[in-house]
């Protein structure tokens, strides 16, 4: 099936830091991709929709001056947590919607570590 | 608004024996549903989705899920499960959206 990379799989970071996780549908075009937050033993809740070359369009609740999101290309979008707090801690999750299709496939996570 | 609820958040079994994980959903209209499986650390990896026609739909891994309309139920089961099923299991609906709405996710462990 269709491969979806995200990078870097851990990252741990000074609080006041920003990071910047990457999205990349390896073998498929995605006009479409979605980024997730998943907290310890709960479910995914979607934080935004992201679209190739617009805006994303963000979940109520998320705030998008903390969470940039850029989906640059039809292979990759990237999400930008600025001013990382211990608190956005998380399992962070993107999947990305074929042109093809419209199926949906999902990365590997990124676990981000805020100290 | 669409919700998916998943009643067990832990669910113990022996290896070889059956499975069944629940799933139930509240939406206006006929959902798309489907199932997840995630091992620990990893993504999610899609088991099987029921999009229209065939109530009991095959994934991979020999499961098998079944849509009852009746009961708003999309439940999950296996005939005989093996040690590497132990993961957590999400059942999850879309409308045909993009938003795509998970139930809590069902903790599988798997007893030798």
């Known amino acids: 099936g269709a491969v979806v990379s995200q990078h870097p799989s851990r990252v741990i970071c000074k609080s006041g830091t920003s990071v910047k996780i990457e999205c990349r549908s390896l073998?498929?075009?995605?006009?479409?991709m979605f980024w997730y937050r998943q907290f310890p033993k709960q479910s995914l809740m979607l934080m935004a929709t992201?679209?190739?070359?617009?805006?994303?369009?963000?979940e109520q609740g998320v705030e998008k001056d903390k969470f940039l999101i850029n989906h640059a290309s039809l292979t990759l979008s990237t999400l930008t947590v600025t001013s990382a707090h211990p608190e956005d801690s998380s399992f962070y999750i993107c999947?990305?919607?074929?042109?093809?299709?419209?199926?949906?496939?999902f990365g590997e996570g990124s676990r981000l570590t805020v100290l | 608004a669409q919700s998916v609820t998943q009643p067990d958040i832990h669910i113990t079994v022996s290896e070889g024996a059956s499975l069944e994980l629940r799933c139930n959903y509240s939406?206006?209209?006929?959902?798309?549903l489907f199932w997840y499986v995630q091992s620990p650390g990893q993504g999610l990896q899609l088991l099987l989705k029921?999009?229209?026609?065939?109530?009991l739909v095959q994934g991979i891994k020999g499961f098998e899920a079944e849509f009852k309309r009746s009961q708003s139920s999309f439940n999950l089961r296996k005939p005989s499960v093996h040690w590497s099923d132990a993961a957590e299991y999400f059942c999850a609906l879309t409308g045909g959206g993009n938003k795509l709405t998970f139930g809590t996710g069902t903790q599988l462990k798997v007893e030798l």
């Open positions: 073998d498929f075009q995605a006009t479409t």
């Open positions: 029921y999009f229209s026609g065939d109530t």
């Open positions: 939406y206006g209209a006929t959902p798309y």
């Open positions: 992201s679209n190739e070359g617009s805006k994303a369009t963000y």
């Open positions: 999947s990305a919607r074929t042109v093809n299709t419209g199926e949906l496939f």
